[in-house]
């Protein structure tokens, strides 16, 4: 535990659907919900508006259309997250040379190693300028929390909430935590809250009073003892400039069952692929295959090959992958389908040649075994496979959110599509709301497109915090914060 409040959390508020507000002039102030919009599909971000509708993150799709049926559903857009976040990483970097992304949207900042600030006082200050920089270069706000641990800016940064600074004074920890549920502790999901409120502890307070012994028999030696020092408001982990990824993976879930063996096996030869693309951009290299199959009674089936050394190699990735798959039944149907990579490095496997040719042998022993050869039919009629609907066809090619241009209408959105058109709003970020014009899925003006920036002309921060005017953004709290709603 630090002496000052020097250690920073943001979290961008509502990040993805806030981002979506800000690029189509029409959403914003209106409920917006942005996630997988299958039958089976999950909410990613819910708006503040939407929000007030019962919507929140990892609730079904259907059932946030039931509580908000006229709010806009939208397809992710990661491009244009992963832009804004890297303006905002780049603005926390230049407060430390500690800065630990957690997500997207997320990260922890060492002030104190940055010597930006050493005490309350400064602390706040920079905390000010840093949602003042956010909101001109990007246009969005962000949450922020400062204290002497990362734990207790992490509560801070909930409290802030919306569009807020919470600064937790050190000496005030306990007070502050006492009355809070158990669950804001790290560590405490459902399954440990049950088991505490069970035990009679459903507030920080109880977990203090009980003490260590108490919580250690319940929890466990490693457990109960560190959530006992949580408790007290004790938290000495350092903020890490890099966080060691150790595996990269892509998933899909289904709107339908799969039941054809060919389509099941095309699905992970992409998922594969998605996987390496995914791998090359972090500029590493995995030695482990990873394949997921949840089946349509919910048994999740994992398979794993390690290969000879680590490869980026999409060829590899997607032979190891369906090897793995001929050793799972997929006859009842497959709701999702995940490949991953884990042991990952710096490098790629030089002899990739022999390891190629140890799978080309590996498949060949598979065509000895089943009678087949390389240039005979598979025993699945690839006929069989059911061809996606037309409306399916437009949602894949023009997904509800996603940004196009016309030749004639310029730039816009997607509104959405089915019967063989699609809809598109025509407007831009910081425009007054477009015209909505309809056109055939197929007409050659409309185009997909890549997002606009979300502020056509950014403030330089190039010389920041050092010149930076004090923030303008209103009253900061120091013992309260504005709730979420």
């Not at 010597?115 to 909101?135: C, F, N, P, W, Y």
Request: proline share 7%.
């Amino acid at each position: 535990m630090r002496a000052a409040p020097t250690i920073l959390h943001l979290d961008m508020d509502a990040f993805y659907a806030s981002a979506e507000q800000a690029a189509k002039p029409s959403l914003r102030g209106k409920p917006v919900v942005v996630g997988g919009l299958g039958p089976r599909g999950v909410v990613a971000t819910a708006s503040y508006e939407a929000r007030r509708f019962g919507v929140h993150s990892a609730m079904p799709m259907a059932q946030a259309r039931r509580l908000a049926p006229n709010a806009a559903y939208l397809v992710p857009r990661f491009t244009l997250y992963r832009m804004v976040s890297d303006q905002v990483m780049g603005l926390l970097g230049r407060l430390s040379p500690l800065v630990e992304p957690l997500s997207l949207d997320e990260a922890f900042v060492d002030l104190e190693a940055g010597g930006v600030a050493d005490d309350s006082a400064s602390a706040r200050e920079i905390g000010e300028q840093l949602r003042t920089a956010i909101r001109a270069v990007t246009g969005l706000t962000g949450s922020v929390g400062l204290a002497g641990s990362k734990m207790l800016a992490k509560i801070a940064s909930e409290e802030a909430k919306p569009d807020g600074l919470f600064l937790i004074e050190p000496g005030t920890e306990r007070e502050l935590l006492a009355p809070m549920s158990v669950r804001i502790l790290p560590g405490v999901g459902p399954a440990t809250g049950d088991h505490l409120r069970r035990a009679g502890m459903t507030t920080v307070r109880d977990l203090a009073d009980a003490g260590e012994a108490e919580l250690v028999r319940l929890l466990g030696k490693a457990h109960g003892a560190s959530l006992h020092l949580m408790a007290l408001g004790y938290d000495d982990r350092p903020v890490v400039a890099e966080r060691d990824a150790k595996s990269v993976s892509v998933e899909d879930t289904f709107d339908v069952d799969l039941h054809d063996r060919v389509r099941v096996r095309t699905e992970v030869e992409r998922l594969a692929d998605r996987c390496v693309r995914r791998l090359r951009a972090a500029e590493r290299s995995g030695r482990t295959v990873v394949l997921k199959v949840r089946r349509y009674d919910f048994s999740t089936l994992t398979r794993s090959e390690t290969l000879r050394g680590p490869t980026d190699d999409p060829t590899v990735v997607r032979e190891a992958a369906a090897r793995l798959l001929e050793a799972v039944d997929t006859t009842g149907g497959v709701r999702l389908l995940g490949v991953g990579v884990t042991g990952l490095a710096d490098f790629t496997q030089e002899d990739l040649f022999a390891q190629a040719a140890d799978v080309l042998s590996a498949a060949s022993g598979s065509e000895a075994a089943t009678g087949t050869g390389a240039d005979e039919e598979p025993a699945e009629d690839p006929g069989d496979v059911a061809e996606e609907t037309p409306e399916q066809l437009a949602a894949r090619r023009w997904p509800a959110g996603h940004d196009v241009q016309h030749g004639t209408y310029g730039h816009g959105w997607v509104q959405g599509s089915g019967v063989g058109r699609v809809t598109v709003r025509f407007e831009e970020p910081g425009d007054a709301p477009g015209r909505v014009r309809t056109f055939r899925i197929d007409d050659p003006e409309l185009q997909p497109a890549e997002p606009l920036p979300l502020v056509r002309d950014p403030v330089d921060y190039s010389s920041w915090p050092a010149s930076l005017p004090k923030s303008r953004s209103g009253p900061v709290s120091s013992g309260g914060g504005e709730s979420r709603p």
